[in-house]
């Protein structure tokens, strides 16, 4: 199963758009997937959000860090926001198919290389702290870049726990750890009185009795000459955030004050606006199976086009070429229920009102061989590395082995057949589909037919494989047959479309 990490870098720089994207290209030159990006000049902080792969997320994290320290310069910033580093606290966040602690080590061999190569030093903090008083960012933060300029060589406690208690000139310290899912969230009131929002951020921390996951500052937007209080909620799970919002909100009404808005900085479990909804509507017998968007997506089994597209571009065997033939089919036929649904609506056809939910639902059955096609070859790689320690070991690996392959070879083998039996609908299109959809026919067409070359080299590659010479003449006479009728086919379509241009 693939492993996936979030990585979500603050950068103390929020005014200077040219700086961040170059940050942002060092990050990205890793391969990892950029999923948002903020900048704030009253903070003067911009926060970048990442995805991928824990080792290519680590050399990520290392090239942001690199790039900031050659461009920002702490002895000449200044911001609303508390910072100690150019690179001022790095997060890493299990998504899927990672623990906690393995964060935990990417955060020291990150914190351990930093310290090492750009002499920064690091602290760790969060579950990666090496000691209780670490864990809370704010401790390791307090007194910040010129505070720390002067203690991290004069005081043990201060000493780092990766590099020299010697802090860099111009890139300061930086803060490395694992952590929840955290949620950034800013209330903005309608009064410029700093006090204000100060005194709500004291009701709501847990520093001062306040939520367990909840920590909160106040501070003045000067453009905007309001103040904001200003929120990191660490387990939404357990500190909701509706309740915090409610008590801001009740906070504000004891002087005088109203909420102007409030706003989330970069991205949110969806599972938290989703409590939120439900806690003010009092969607007490609500079921998340109700949400219509759950069941157009699939959620809980199939993937968005996006998701494939990030899982395609691995360096892993699966999803591979089957996956993509099978997408090709799926997009062709989509592509021709398009062209039947404005054609009948236009000339009220009832020939092609027949099949327009036809290939719209052979579409769909066309998506779900891209999971079909992976998890065929997914058998043959675990078969693999199934023991062979014995004559009883090795058959059975050996039969595992080859019922893999035979099913790796079914499998593009049917979506195969099922393009043939999508040519008829596309001739028809070919002739009576609207004139300026006519292209789209065309698309269509070269979908098809790239889906079927490529379902058909994926049957070849296997059957090289496969030593069971009844299936192996059987399967390549069927595929054999299915490629003649596919080259008439392909040729009598692209021939009507072209002529009826």
């Known amino acids: 199963m693939e492993k996936i990490v979030e990585c979500i870098p603050n950068f103390s720089e929020g005014r200077d758009k040219s700086k961040i994207e170059q940050i942002v290209a060092a990050i990205q030159s890793e391969g990892v997937e950029l999923l948002d990006q903020e900048m704030d000049a009253d903070h003067n902080r911009a926060v970048v959000t990442f995805v991928g792969e824990p080792d290519d997320v680590l050399e990520a994290a290392f090239q942001g860090i690199k790039k900031a320290s050659e461009l920002i310069d702490l002895t000449k910033h200044k ?145 905007e000459n309001i103040a904001q209080v200003s929120i990191n909620m660490t387990n939404y799970t357990k500190s909701p955030l509706y309740r915090v919002f409610d008590t801001a909100k009740r906070e504000a009404e004891r002087y005088g004050v109203t909420i102007r ?12 606006l989703i409590d939120t909804a439900i806690y003010y509507l009092q969607l007490d017998r609500f079921d998340e199976a109700q949400i219509l968007e759950y069941k157009l997506r699939g959620k809980g089994g199939k993937q968005s086009i996006i998701e494939f597209l990030h899982a395609l571009a691995l360096a892993k065997p699966t999803p591979g070429g089957g996956s993509v033939a099978a997408l090709q089919a799926a ?82 083998l049917e979506v195969c057949e099922k393009i043939l039996s999508i040519y008829p609908y596309a001739k028809k299109l070919a002739q009576k589909g609207l004139k300026n959809a006519l292209s789209d026919v065309g698309v269509a067409l070269y979908s098809l037919h790239s889906g079927f070359m490529a379902a058909r080299i994926n049957v070849l590659i296997n059957l090289n494989s496969i ?35």
């Not at 890493?92 to 955060?107: D, G, H, Q, W």
């Not at 808005?261 to 599972?271: A, D, R």
């Open 79 to 223: 911001g609303e926001h508390p910072r100690m580093g150019a690179t001022d606290v790095i997060p890493f966040v299990p998504i899927s198919n990672v623990t906690t602690r393995e964060c935990v080590e990417l955060a020291k061999r990150l914190g351990k290389r930093v310290a090492e190569e750009l002499n920064i030093p690091v602290y760790l903090y969060e579950a990666a702290a090496t000691r209780p008083d670490r864990e809370n960012l704010a401790t390791i933060r307090k007194g910040e870049f010129e505070g720390l300029r002067e203690e991290i060589e004069t005081n043990p406690d201060r000493r780092p726990d990766y590099g020299e208690p010697k802090i860099h000139p111009t890139a300061g310290a930086t803060v490395i750890g694992a952590r929840f899912p955290l949620i950034a969230f800013n209330i903005n009131l309608n009064t410029p009185d700093v006090s204000i929002a100060q005194k709500i951020a004291k009701a709501i921390r847990f520093g001062s009795g306040g939520y367990r996951f909840v920590k909160s500052l106040g501070f003045l937007l000067k453009k």
């Open 261 to 272: 808005e409030s706003e989330i900085v970069g991205l949110v479990p969806e599972k938290a």
């Open 331 to 412: 997009l062709g036929t989509a592509l021709l229920a398009m062209v039947t649904g404005i054609t009948e609506k236009k000339t009220k056809d009832e020939d092609l009102k027949k099949f327009h939910g036809f290939l719209k639902l052979e579409a769909y059955n066309f998506y779900t061989y891209i999971e079909k096609d992976k998890n065929a070859f997914d058998t043959v790689i675990a078969a693999f590395k199934l023991p062979d320690e014995t004559d009883e070991d090795r058959t059975k690996k050996e039969t595992a082995i080859q019922n893999g392959y035979k099913t790796s070879a079914r499998v593009p």
């Open 467 to 501: 030593i069971d010479t009844e299936f192996n003449e059987s399967t390549r006479k069927d595929l054999d047959g299915f490629t003649k009728q596919e080259e008439e086919f392909y040729k009598d379509v692209e021939k009507t479309f072209l002529t009826n241009m």
